[in-house]
């Protein structure tokens, strides 16, 4: 499954740029990630990676701030996958197996330049589930050892937790990441 949605992804973004690209791009990486799981883990819902326990601020969550950030993040993590792929056109990735997580599996990768054959390899991994029981899809995504989930939990649990932050300066965090330029 990842392996094979890798390699449309990485198809796609060898084409020149066209709105029609762009949008299957996207419609890719809307099969591929579960940015409602993303985001919830990010929050707590379920503790992301190895911390235990950790406080479920999801919970303090109404429905249109869970739209609004979940929105957010889905943009962010789009933009930084696509420039994460974007880096590695030029890499030979290698499926280095899989490992189970609690119900779900770890699917280690390692990618390596073909240009540069001294640059070290990037090792990612990606825990992936079922959604709706039959429908494989990437729940966090471990680069070298840094789960994306667990990242943002910390930064945002830090800023629910801080006088005069919280939500709405999340919210703003993420609009200033999304705007700023690449």
Not at 1 to 6: I, P, R, S, V, Y
Not at 25 to 47: A, I, N
Not at 145 to 155: E, F, I, P
Request: charged letters at 30%; proline letters at 3%.
């Amino acid at each position: 499954f990842l392996q094979q949605e890798q390699t449309k992804l990485l198809t796609l973004l060898r084409q020149p740029a066209t709105a029609t690209r762009d949008a299957e791009v996207v419609r890719v990486m809307d099969r591929l990630v579960d940015y409602e799981e993303l985001t919830k883990r990010s929050f707590g819902e379920t503790c992301p990676g190895t911390l235990k326990p950790c406080t479920n601020h999801w919970t303090e969550l109404n429905d249109a701030r869970i739209k609004e950030v979940k929105d957010l993040l889905k943009k962010l993590v789009e933009k930084n996958y696509r420039k994460n792929l974007v880096k590695t056109l030029d890499y030979e990735i290698a499926y280095k197996g899989a490992q189970d997580a609690g119900g779900d599996s770890k699917i280690r990768t390692e990618a390596k330049s073909k240009v540069n054959a001294r640059e070290p390899a990037v090792r990612i991994e990606y825990l992936i589930g079922l959604k709706s029981g039959s429908t494989y899809i990437v729940k966090d995504i471990v680069t070298e050892g840094s789960s994306l989930t667990k990242n943002y939990y910390d930064q945002f649990h830090k800023m629910m937790t801080t006088p005069n932050q919280g939500y709405a300066h999340i919210v703003k965090k993420l609009n200033e990441k999304l705007a700023k330029k690449d």
